[in-house]
């Protein structure tokens, strides 16, 4: 029997009529225009808005408010204010969309901004704006090295009036340290965070070459949450890992640790698992049942669940099982990122490429981008530092020629007189006019030597680290995996840049 073939959508009898330029108007189907503007509105959502950039490991909003606070003097500031110069300077996206940005920072696993005030937990909000404090943290202000960021593209603000950042120079993988959720049009991106302690080290054996296999790589990380849970210790778990490394997506079993005393009959849990709301799992899942005598909440979100006393120990340790279930969950990953890059043909504009990676090359990626970055800053400051040696070149040469000097400064054209007598460049003779004539008078040869030899080290150093900055930057990760201390405060469980 022949297939009938399906009917095509009916065509929309709407038309639009729009101006294209000043003489010419143009016809399009309203649905064709319909089609157009979502796919315009979805790749702006999804490249530009959701989805991070995997170098710095932030979206716009979040790249935005850490800048504004830099702008702000690194300085203790209201919440409000550092929202509202976020708001009004880069991202005109609204109120809330920024607060969110900020308080998600602030209970990071590793956080950039440091709050001060009441942040809320996991079952309470954070106070409002008004009344908390932020402060850019250690790991936050290590976006801002003066080696790393005279490298950064700036890009024009949203009204013109703003220079910032196409991203930051991360010195530290942001990215899977505190993972990241993103939901765009038609897709969704979700990336685990990893411990410091066990990611740091096992980038650094990466930047120097070490070849790691997928199955190491599992073994070595351990994914974090920041309240509490822990991944469920399973032959299970790990394979999905080990398959999670070469897959777009992946799944992660985590559980809530519990603390168990079978003399008193009570589970005390602090701790939760991604999913897991403590308030539903009170009321609709431990009051109900008939072997709870009763659940006490200590500070924070501590419970301890009183078991009932005529239960026997079979049936008290199938309700911990049960409850172990309950507060245990598979969590789905899957991975998208972006990379923005100025545009050839204009320095104030910028394009986003969009790519779907494995965990493995996601991590691989970010070394080799991590390694680029420590070379060009070398090559950067090589020249910061030729510059030096020259600019002391020239105060030697004004130095013995100082009765050259005060002729010109009696004639019209000092300048050229200087250029013609000491054979220099209108720049170099520049630079010397704008030296007072006291500064002249005291100049030291033998200060200006030593200046000039101690950089002349610099120099050479620089030298030799530009064929070596994959190692240089192995022995900074590994130095950093040993300066984080895990702290745990009202709101989370967060690895502190010590």
């Not at 400051?381 to 002729?407: M, N, P, R």
Request: hydrophobic share 35%.
């Amino acid at each position: 029997m022949a297939t009938r073939k399906p009917k095509a959508p009916p065509k929309s009898n709407f038309r639009v009529i729009r101006a294209t330029a000043a003489d010419s108007v143009e016809s399009i189907d309203l649905d064709v225009l319909t089609r157009n503007c979502l796919r315009l509105y979805g790749e702006e959502v999804n490249l530009d808005r959701s989805v991070p950039d995997y170098r710095d490991g932030m979206k716009p909003v979040t790249r935005r408010l850490l800048y504004a606070l830099h702008t702000m003097g690194n300085q203790t500031v209201k919440t409000a204010r550092l929202s509202g110069e976020t708001l009004g300077k880069y991202h005109p996206h609204g109120q809330a969309s920024v607060n969110g940005a900020v308080h998600t920072q602030v209970i990071a696993n590793t956080p950039p901004i440091t709050g001060i005030g009441n942040w809320g937990s996991i079952i309470d909000p954070p106070g409002a704006d008004r009344y908390t404090n932020v402060k850019m943290s250690l790991y936050g202000k290590s976006f801002f090295d003066s080696s790393y960021m005279p490298l950064m593209s700036k890009i024009d603000s949203y009204d013109g009036k703003e220079k910032e950042p196409l991203f930051l120079p991360a010195l530290l993988p942001q990215l899977l340290l505190n993972g990241i959720e993103g939901i765009g049009l038609g897709l969704s991106t979700s990336i685990p965070a990893f411990t410091p302690v066990s990611l740091l080290p096992l980038m650094a054996d990466l930047a120097e070459g070490q070849k790691i296999s997928s199955e190491d790589m599992a073994r070595r990380l351990v994914p974090y949450h920041m309240y509490g849970g822990e991944v469920v210790k399973s032959k299970q778990n790990r394979d999905a890992l080990v398959a999670f490394m070469d897959s777009f997506t992946g799944s992660i079993m985590w559980t809530s640790p519990l603390e168990v005393s079978e003399e008193t009959k009570t589970v005390r849990i602090n701790k939760f698992c991604p999913t897991v709301n403590p308030i539903k799992l009170v009321e609709d899942f431990l009051k109900p049942m008939r072997e709870v005598s009763t659940v006490h909440s200590g500070s924070g979100v501590s419970y301890t669940i009183q078991c009932r006393r005529d239960i026997n120990m079979p049936e008290f340790r199938a309700f911990v099982e049960k409850l172990r279930k309950k507060v245990s969950t598979k969590y789905s990953y899957e991975i998208y990122i972006t990379r923005r890059d100025l545009r050839e043909d204009n320095s104030s504009k910028y394009e986003v490429k969009f790519r779907q990676v494995t965990l493995r090359q996601l991590i691989e990626l970010w070394v080799r981008y991590r390694i680029d970055l420590e070379r060009s800053s070398i090559k950067h400051q090589i020249e910061v530092s030729k510059a030096k040696i020259a600019h002391f070149g020239l105060l030697l040469l004004a130095c013995s020629k100082l009765d050259i000097i005060f002729q010109a400064l009696r004639l019209k054209d000092p300048k050229a007189f200087i250029v013609k007598n000491l054979k220099i460049t209108d720049e170099q003779a520049e630079t010397i006019l704008n030296l007072k004539v006291r500064q002249l008078s005291k100049l030291d040869n033998d200060q200006i030597l030593s200046m000039r030899k101690k950089e002349e080290s610099v120099l050479a150093q620089l030298k030799e680290d530009v064929k070596i900055p994959h190692r240089i930057v192995a022995d900074y990760l590994r130095s950093k995996s040993t300066q984080f201390k895990l702290v745990r405060n009202d709101w989370s469980n967060q690895w502190i840049l010590d």
